[in-house]
């Protein structure tokens, strides 16, 4: 084997090096509207939790769900090795 063998997945060594795809733009970019749209909204509000009733500020309840639906879309579309 040659030193200048490369390994099975290439050069890509870093994760997040390289260059800017428009899938990863795509992503920021969402991801940026979603975080402006969620601090927009700081009015406390009144949420019903199946039986029990809160008052929290928007903000953070639209940050909850996002998180829930991220954690959701990382299970479902993880691949398989």
């Known amino acids: 084997m040659s ?3 490369k ?3 290439g050069d890509r060594a870093g994760g997040l090096r390289g260059e800017l ?3 990863r733009i795509t992503a920021l970019a969402a991801a ?3 975080l402006v749209f969620v601090f927009e909204n700081t009015k406390e509000v009144e949420i019903r939790l199946l039986i029990p009733e809160v008052t929290m ?16 879309g990382v ?3 993880r691949r398989r090795g």
């Open 75 to 77: 299970l479902l579309v």
């Open 32 to 34: 940026v509207i979603a």
């Open 57 to 72: 500020p928007l903000w953070l309840a639209l940050l909850a769900v996002g998180v829930v639906g991220v954690l959701c």
């Open 21 to 23: 795809t428009p899938r």
């Open 7 to 9: 390994n099975a997945g």
């Open 3 to 5: 030193p200048t063998t």
